[in-house]
């Protein structure tokens, strides 16, 4: 973090010759799914000093170590984490570590572990073990009960395995990119009943310093620019500075003007109606099921594509595989050119397939825009071999496949045109 890139034409070490990256191996079940959100306790980051790299700790303390933020905090992480296992906290200081302990347990009516520098080996690895729901024998005839939740300061960041924890949160700021990732990182393991981590994140970070799959380690002297997440009002999720929606709740952000010229001149129509046709290579594509805003919970739902354009673009389309009629038509067309598997009768089986490697990857897409139409259109693609993939015995174990044709039901009220948030 000191000597710029490793990795430079003129080093030892000059080219990168294979690269996997965090979201890639998400989807290849390598590693657990990540969900983020900001905390909404938050404090101001704008006054904090930078020596050696990283924020003075002096400074991080008397921010964080707030009475009414740490109790603010404190609630609203025991209220978000109430359906998971394991909670990592990560604090800025020894006293800010023991504040936020008291303030769990008193929220939770369960024991926060300490974990600090202070802290003698022999407990530190009685506390760890717990926190991993090993047995630490309590006397002859009992052991102590499991730790759901345990606060560090700067101990638990990089070795440490505790599969199980599905919740970290990040109650201090870091301006280290690399110190990000393996807190986060630690939430990453896969573990038997797992189904993904949450972030809470109190302390600006991922603002800061962008999504962790898509973080960029800048030259030394270089500025950040603008910063590559933002945060939705809405719902509060941590999301790439490209949207314009929301893909969690679908709330519209206002366009924002810019004095700053664009080298390369926009390709939109000048004139409403005016048609443009634009290739993208994709780089990744993201699987997710869908709900409408505002739809009853009984309502289809739809399964979000999204595909990687560039740094700062994704460019999203949505198919129906709960509709009928010729929704439903135009879903099981758009499958069956990318899978061998049967068109699957919900959003969340399609989407499960996906993940699994059911579906074509796809290398490059056309977007169609019109000048005064909302949305963008996905109107062709460039699409790899279809995968020789079969879902295990007894997947589609349910009435006969052919029950859900859509000729069986009638056309519902569906628009073309509307992107179903």
């Known amino acids: 973090m000191k000597g710029g890139l ?43 000093h930078v020596r050696g790299g990283e924020f003075i700790s002096s400074e991080v303390e008397d ?3 707030n009475s009414q933020l740490v109790d603010a905090a404190c609630r609203e992480i025991f209220n978000l984490t109430q359906d998971r ?16 302990a008291e303030r769990i347990t008193a929220y939770s009516g369960e024991e926060c572990g300490v974990v600090t520098g202070e802290t003698s080996s022999g407990e530190r690895a009685e506390i760890i073990a717990r926190f991993k729901g090993e047995e630490v024998p309590a006397d002859f005839f009992s052991n102590k009960e499991p730790l ?24 201090r700021p870091t301006n ?23 972030i809470l994140d109190y302390g600006g970070n991922i603002m800061r310093h962008g999504p962790v799959d898509m973080i960029q380690v800048k030259e030394l002297g270089k500025g950040s620019g603008e910063a590559p997440a ?52 994709v780089s990744g594509v993201y699987y997710a099921v869908h709900h409408k805003r505002g739809a009853p919970d009984d309502a289809p739902k739809t399964m979000r594509i999204e595909y990687g354009t560039g740094f700062m673009h994704c460019t999203s389309e949505w198919v129906c595989p709960e509709h009928s009629g010729w929704v439903r038509s135009k879903f099981e067309s758009w499958w069956k050119k990318r899978s061998k598997v049967p068109p699957p009768r919900s959003a969340e089986e399609a989407v499960k397939l996906a993940a699994d490697g059911a579906l074509a990857k796809t290398s490059k897409i056309i977007v169609k825009s019109v000048a005064g139409e909302k949305f963008d259109r996905i109107v062709d693609y460039e699409l790899g071999p279809v995968p020789d993939y079969c879902p295990e015995p007894g997947y589609y174990d349910a009435e006969p496949y052919d029950e859900w044709s859509p000729a069986n039901y009638p056309d519902e009220d569906f628009d073309e045109d509307d992107i179903p948030f």
């Open 6 to 48: 490793i990795c430079k034409p003129e080093n030892l070490l000059n080219h990168v010759c294979y690269e996997a990256g965090l979201k890639e191996m998400i989807v290849q079940k390598y590693l657990s799914p990540l969900v983020s959100r900001a905390g909404r306790a938050e404090a101001r980051f704008d006054k904090l």
């Open 63 to 65: 921010l964080m170590d």
């Open 85 to 100: 296992n394991s909670v990592l906290i990560f604090t800025s200081s020894v006293d800010h570590c023991k504040h936020v």
């Open 148 to 171: 759901k939740y345990l606060a560090n300061v700067n101990v638990l960041t990089t070795g440490f395995d505790a599969t199980n924890t599905d919740c970290i949160v990040l109650l």
């Open 176 to 198: 280290s990119a690399g110190l990000l990732v393996q807190m986060v990182g630690r939430g990453t393991r896969l573990h038997p009943g797992k189904c993904d981590c949450l």
């Open 230 to 281: 933002k945060k939705c009002p809405e719902c509060l999720a941590l999301i790439h500075a490209a949207y314009m929606t929301c893909p969690e709740c679908g709330f519209k952000f206002p366009p924002t003007a810019s004095s700053n010229l664009n080298a390369r001149a926009e390709s939109a129509g000048v004139l409403s109606g005016q048609v443009d046709y634009s290739d993208y290579e």
